[in-house]
Each structure stands twice: as C-alpha cells, then as structure tokens.
C-alpha cells in the first residue's frame, strides 16, 4: 500500500518559469515530509523539509508547502533552471525513528 | 567530511546464492538506513539500525537481514537471491531522530 503518492510521473518545463511537483499522503501519522533529488547513478540528494506545524518553508529557489487538511504538499522551483532536471522524490515520516516514506517520483525536465 | 561510502558499487549474483552490502555512514551519525530501489516503486524501506539495534523494519522476507557494528557502520544481507532482488540498494545515515537522511551512491545488485 503506497502511502505517499506523486500521480505525475514526468514533467516538463521551460528555463526560468516555475516547476510545481505535487506529492499526497494518506497516514494521518506523519509529522515530517522531505523532497530529495537523484540523478541517474547517484543516490538521492536531500533538498528540503518542512515539519507539520508549519506550512511552508523556504530555502533559496526552493519553496515546500503542506496542506495537513488535504495530506497534500508541494515543491515549488523558481525559477528552475537545466541543472534541475532530475527525479524528485517526495517522503513523509512519522513522528518516532528515522523511517521514511517515498513516492514513486517525478521526473523533471527543464527545457533550455 | 567523508560522506556515505557504500561498497562494492555494483554487483552480479546468480540465483540462490547470497550477497552481502556494506555501508559506511557520516562520521557521528549512529543511525543507518537501509532502502531498495526497484523501477516505478520508488524507494522501499528496508530496515534502520541504531547503537548495533534494529529499530525499524520494513515488509520484506526474512531473507533480508542486516546488522551494525559498534562504529556505525552497516551491512545488510541477502540470502537464497531471486530475480526479482536485483535492484539498486541504498544506505542512509541519519545525525539524529526526525532529521533528513544522507544517502550513499547506493550498490546496483543485478541477480542473473
């Protein structure tokens, strides 16, 4: 049972416009959520986090909203750039131990 | 400082033999994670070691077993391999509970 869903498998978009990447929940447990980034032969590369009392958080191109009501968060790149093109994957942890949850993830295309 | 170093990067096993991973995480970080990589499932957690103790375990058969030393690092074990083991293994080290995860570059085990 998949308890961390990304329902967009790829997407594409031109240099310097705004990549959304779209992540659902469904364990009403989770309190941690992460966006990691992996290219082809490497392991993921932590982006960034957002805990449950929060709704948003912001790290220099890179923004992540939570939707707690909806089990919904988001990454947002802007403006994105050729060198974000990779596979995003969106986790979510509960709140005891280190065990994350992954989606499927989305593979980005930045279009020069 | 040195990251996740995870040996040997890749691999070729014939069934029903067994295969052994090693992992050695950040130095300071006590907690190893371990997850298996397959094409379109995303990331599956295997299981987490702290201070030499499983504190979480994954779905996955017996067959799967791993361990921690008392400096930290890991190995994880697969025994009787199938077809369907082959995939990319992934080690993670943690510097404390409900923190973001350092992944190594990960072993590709291909059983033939």
């Known amino acids: 049972d998949q308890q961390v869903k990304q329902n967009s498998p790829s997407l594409s978009v031109q240099e310097g416009r705004i990549s959304i990447l779209n992540c659902d929940y469904t364990?009403?447990?989770?309190?941690?959520f992460l966006w990691y980034k992996k290219y082809p032969a490497e392991g993921p590369t932590f982006l960034i986090s957002i805990s449950s009392i929060k709704d948003k958080n912001e790290d220099g191109r890179f923004t992540v909203f939570l939707n707690k009501s909806a089990k919904h968060l988001s990454l947002h790149i802007v403006p994105s750039q050729p060198g974000d093109s990779a596979v995003y994957f969106c986790?979510?942890?509960?709140?005891?131990?280190?065990?994350?949850?992954f989606g499927t993830g989305t593979s980005l295309t930045v279009i020069p | 400082k040195a990251g996740v170093t995870q040996t040997p990067r890749y691999l070729i096993k014939t069934r029903g033999q067994q295969v052994t991973l090693s992992c050695s995480p950040i130095s300071g970080h006590r907690s190893v994670s371990w997850y298996q990589q397959t094409p379109g499932q995303g990331l599956q957690f295997l299981f987490e070691?702290?201070?030499?103790?499983?504190?979480n375990k994954g779905n996955f058969p017996g067959r799967f077993s791993g361990r921690q030393f008392s400096n930290s690092r890991s190995e994880m074990n697969v025994s009787t391999l199938e077809l369907g083991d082959s995939a990319l293994y992934l080690c993670?080290?943690?510097?404390?509970?409900?923190?973001?995860?350092?992944f190594g570059q990960g072993t590709r085990l291909t059983v033939v």
């Open positions: 986790a979510a942890s509960p709140n005891t131990g280190n065990q994350f949850y």
């Open positions: 364990n009403s447990m989770f309190d941690y």
């Open positions: 993670a080290s943690h510097p404390s509970e409900g923190t973001e995860a350092f």
């Open positions: 070691y702290f201070s030499e103790t499983q504190r």
